[in-house]
């Protein structure tokens, strides 16, 4: 099991020891053998054309008009806080 046995969560924890008890209980069944990987993360959209290209150019149309409502708002482009 990679990610380790969640229904070490199962239980109720009534206190922050409980709680502490639970997630060594959990950690403790993680396998030290996991292996590294190299993912890259594109839109969402990138995806979804594979199935539904007129779709895809729907989301990305309204993630983009989000984003200027954003702006407008005062907010900050995403780019600008990398």
């Known amino acids: 099991m990679i990610g380790g046995d ?21 950690a403790k069944t993680i396998k030290n053998n996991l292996s590294g990987f190299n993912h890259q993360l594109l ?3 990138e995806l979804v054309k594979y199935f539904n290209p007129i779709f895809a ?14 702006l407008k708002k005062g907010g900050t482009k995403y780019s600008d806080r990398v």
């Open 6 to 26: 969640v229904t070490k969560f199962a239980g109720e924890a009534k206190t922050k020891n409980d709680v502490k008890k639970m997630q060594n209980d959990w």
């Open 57 to 70: 150019k729907d989301i990305q149309k309204a993630v983009a008009k989000a984003g200027e409502a954003n």
């Open 43 to 45: 839109p969402i959209w």
